[in-house]
Structure formats: structure tokens, C-alpha cells
């Protein structure tokens, strides 16, 4: 099955989720952010662990920009926004995708 956290759904091949039956927009940054999270839901995950997995997508041929993670971050809030599902950032360490519902 596919990695899933509360109503969202990450296909684990191609760039594309769906938070119930609503497909969510995204492009393969977004998505392998959110993938990470998502398989890693209810721990933090560190910026190097996401800046390594960037670093290794295929045709990628540079490093990343400082802000890059930030910009990606607030897109997907965004785009979470009205789900049960949040992004936090824990300071110092990274990030933690949560549910409102979780004790």
C-alpha cells in the first residue's frame, strides 16, 4: 500500500498525493519532501536527511539553496491546509508532519 498518514495518500513512484479522493498538486521537490514525512510520520526529520534525499534525485545536478527546504515547507502547508495534518518545525532539530487528532 501506499505510505499514507491520516486521510493522505503518497503514491511511492510518482510525483502526485491525495488527501481523501482530492488529488494534491505537486511538483517532485514537494512530493519527495512529503513522501519523507509521510514514512516518517510522527517522528522529526532532520534538514540533512532532506537535503541528502534531494541531492540524490536524478538530474539533479547542484546543491540546494539555504531557503529551499523553508519555501518547500510552506508550500505544502499550504497545501495541507483545511486536513487534520500539520508540518512542524522543531527547532533545532527539523521537521514532524503530525495529525490534529493525535494525542
Do not use: C, F, M
Not at 1 to 24: F, H, K
Request: charged share 20%; proline share 7%.
Amino acid at each position: 500500500p501506499p505510505p499514507a498518514a491520516g486521510s493522505l495518500r503518497v503514491d511511492p513512484v510518482l510525483p502526485r498525493a491525495w488527501l481523501g479522493n482530492e488529488a494534491i498538486e505537486l511538483t517532485q521537490r514537494e512530493w519527495s519532501l512529503l513522501d519523507l514525512l509521510v514514512r516518517h510520520s510522527g517522528q522529526v526529520v532532520s534538514r540533512e536527511d532532506v537535503l541528502a534525499a534531494w541531492q540524490s534525485e536524478p538530474g539533479e545536478a547542484g546543491g540546494v539553496a539555504s531557503n529551499a527546504l523553508e519555501v518547500y515547507v510552506h508550500r505544502l502547508r499550504r497545501k495541507l491546509a483545511g486536513s487534520t495534518l500539520n508540518i512542524r518545525n522543531i527547532r533545532g532539530l527539523g521537521y514532524l508532519l503530525e495529525s490534529a487528532n493525535a494525542p
